[in-house]
């Protein structure tokens, strides 16, 4: 009995069977969240990091080679880091008790030359309306990363641990027992402000204008469809304007002290009520502000500082938020630093070793069969109207993909890296790469492109404010990209990759950005329309979706699900251009060993007694690459925080509003599987 229900939750469910052996097996690193595919593409990356720094040659000091060799060596230094204590940190102390006297001198330091985001953060953002880098102020100062543990009620026991935990820190800090209790406390409280402000001005409707591969967003509430708050929303504003809006900060003075350049008079704001919610609370008690600005010091650093602070952030942020069981071993942690400091440099370095001429053609070979079958898509959709059309045609003709590694600008030569001075050198590769960013204020944007991304990221974005892709070096190996393996084996990962991220600058909110990156209303309003109610589809149904008996928050996923759809449905249509789907073969070499196991799971409900079609093939491909085997504590960030959801999701959902899948598999009324052709959505 107990077998023939199993059979049945197998054939309801095309993700389980797919992957159920795997996740039999699967056990999370202890110092991980989770393991995937993914994540072994990451370990993997850092391996071969960790062999490239460990063999770098001797250089003068002055070469960019001699300073990542340098950091390299200090990362790895934990005698000298124990020994220097906390002294490092004192420029970070002095700077917090500046806040008490001169607010914009001490948050000019801790922004700009130490890379504390304390209340809020500035960066430079592209302009709406104009291809030029503009000044932005960003909600910021959130310790555990986002609104919900603040405010969810079921999140008590995680406050309880982020108060005791600032507490200890500010002991550390030589404050007194009680007084460092009550600091945790007073932290908890501005942060939640903070977080309730974060959280009423975040709204699907506003923009963002970056999409990633495994980006997050914060939760939104639970509508059936978005709705902007004018209180809420953005803006842009001029130095006066900035200074009558949100007073309690010299405003013209913080942005000199922090390097901005002084002819610069507009600045972006991503959300007027975080920024007028952190000037009041910059007004507030100065006791409370002291305790709060100390522990973002801290908590900025401690990392890098001696192990019983790192330790105690780790346990907080590591263990408490992201159930992690250990700390990462200490070179994979240096090898992150090395990727922030001089991440331009070390990616060079990475493709000349690890990225194959071959394995580079093949992947621009794979884009632009992708591409090729956008073009067609947009060319046959049925709803769209001539104007709409031709824009469309336009803005993705312009679309740009950046393949590998590109062109950083990035110069080194600033940069001060000293031996046996892990904290410095952090602090300085904070300031130089700030510094740069001012220095792009007024310039066109294509210059700052990717600048959160370094060719050994295993990630890959879309960024609608340049109208570009972005494929790391990273993302081209096993199980995404293999130049040996058949063609369906490459179009059911990377291909799917690349479809996904073209697939945003169409969606939700890619759809609002013209070819040029800018905001532009450049549909008719009837083919807005159309697209609006075709995009209610899929919220509706994403929000039936129920994963460990919780439904999904369909606003929350709905442009993240229409990714995964458009890009398996793209994939998929240039396996069919090459004649794939008209023959049966044998699994790729790479694949066979992870494909051929669950066939017969598949063909108890197929109808597949012997061989396996490419079409079968791909879909196996595209559910085992998108598996994930998450500790609690990341599932239920996956469910509630993480605008792409569950990966049992991800495969299901665009699965089931796929008529080939059904031709493939044979899914048929009362499968799982099965939605009634009605129900199925359809936007592209």
């Known amino acids: 009995m107990a077998g023939e229900v199993a059979r049945r939750e197998e054939a309801h469910n095309f993700y389980r069977a797919a992957n159920r052996g795997w996740h039999d097996r699967a056990r999370v690193p202890p110092d991980a969240s989770a393991c995937s595919p993914y994540h072994d593409m990451r370990r993997r990356t850092l391996s071969h990091l960790r062999q490239l720094l460990d063999s770098l040659p001797v250089q003068p000091a002055s070469t960019g080679i001699g300073k990542l060799r340098s950091f390299w060596s200090a990362a790895h230094d934990e005698a000298a880091i124990d020994a220097a204590g906390l002294s490092p940190l004192a420029p970070l102390l002095a700077a917090c008790e500046l806040f008490a006297t001169d607010r914009a001198a001490a948050l000019g330091r801790l922004h700009g030359a130490f890379g504390v985001c304390a ?15 503009r000044l932005r102020l960003q909600p910021a100062g959130l310790t555990l990363l986002s609104s919900t543990p603040y405010l969810h009620a079921e999140h008590g026991a995680t406050r309880l641990a982020y108060v005791e935990a600032v507490g200890a ?13 009550a600091g945790g406390a007073a932290v908890l409280r501005i942060e939640t402000a903070l977080a309730a402000a974060e959280r009423t001005a975040w709204r699907r409707a506003a923009p963002s204008g970056v999409w990633q591969l495994c980006c997050r967003r914060p939760a939104a509430p639970h509508t059936r469809r978005r709705a902007t708050l004018p209180a809420a929303a953005g803006g842009v504003f001029t130095l006066a304007e900035l200074s009558a809006r949100f007073p309690g900060l010299d405003w013209r003075r913080y942005l000199a002290l922090c390097g901005a350049p002084s002819t610069e008079a507009v600045v972006l704001v991503e959300s007027c009520a975080a920024l007028a919610a952190a000037c009041r609370l910059m007004q507030a008690d100065g006791g409370a502000l002291r305790y709060y600005l100390l522990w973002c010091a801290v908590c900025a650093t401690a990392e890098h500082l001696p192990a019983q602070l790192a330790e105690l952030h780790f346990s907080l942020l590591g263990r408490t938020l992201a159930g992690q069981r250990r700390q990462p071993a200490r070179w994979e942690c240096a090898v992150r630093w090395a990727e922030e400091a001089m991440g331009a440099l070390l990616g060079e370095l990475y493709v000349q070793r690890h990225l194959s001429s071959s394995t580079l053609s093949c992947a621009h070979a794979l884009v632009g069969r992708i ?5 067609l898509l947009l060319r046959r959709v049925p709803w769209l109207e001539e104007g709409t ?29 000293r031996a046996a001075d892990h904290l410095g050198n952090v602090l300085r590769a904070r300031a130089w790469s700030h510094a740069r960013r001012m220095r792009m204020v007024g310039r066109r944007a294509a210059v700052w492109c990717c600048a959160d991304l370094v060719p050994t990221t295993v990630n890959a974005a879309y960024y609608a404010q340049i109208n570009t892709v972005v494929i790391p070096a990273a993302m081209l190996q096993p199980p995404l990209l293999d130049p040996s393996a058949e063609d369906v084996y490459n179009l059911a990962g990377l291909g799917t990759v690349v479809g996904h991220e073209i697939t945003h600058a169409f969606d939700g909110d890619g759809r609002r950005y013209d070819e040029h990156g800018c905001v532009s209303d450049w549909w008719t309003a009837a083919d807005a329309a159309e697209f609006e109610r075709r995009l209610v589809d899929v919220v509706d149904q994403s929000s039936s979706y129920a994963i460990h008996g919780q439904l999904l928050d369909g606003n929350l996923v709905a442009d993240e699900v229409l990714a995964d759809f458009g890009g398996v449905k793209l994939a998929f249509a240039a396996l069919r251009a090459a004649g794939g789907e008209q023959r049966a073969a044998s699994f790729p070499r790479p694949a066979r060993r992870f494909l051929q196991p669950i066939v017969d799971l598949i063909a108890r409900y197929s109808g597949v007694q012997s061989g396996v079609s490419v079409e079968q093939q791909f879909f196996l491909a595209y559910a085992r690459q998108c598996r994930e085997e998450p500790s609690p504590k990341k599932m239920w960030d996956r469910i509630n925080v993480d605008s792409h ?7 299901n959902a665009p699965l089931a509003n796929m008529p080939a899948f059904y031709h493939a598999f044979g899914i048929q009324p009362g499968n799982g599987m099965w939605r009634h052709p009605n129900s199925r959505f359809d936007v592209w």
């Not at 959801?645 to 495969?651: I, Y």
């Open 389 to 417: 059309r031709r824009r469309a045609l336009v803005k993705l003709g312009q679309l740009r993909v950046e393949v590998g590694m590109w062109q950083s600008g990035a110069d080194y030569a600033a940069l001060d890296v």
């Open 645 to 651: 959801g569950p990966s049992e999701f991800r495969v």
């Open 371 to 375: 591409l090729q079958e956008q073009e």
């Open 169 to 181: 820190a500010l002991s550390l800090l030589g404050l007194g027992g009680e007084e460092a209790q």
């Open 119 to 133: 209340f809020f953060s500035l960066s430079v953002a592209k302009d709406a309306h104009a291809d030029v880098l």
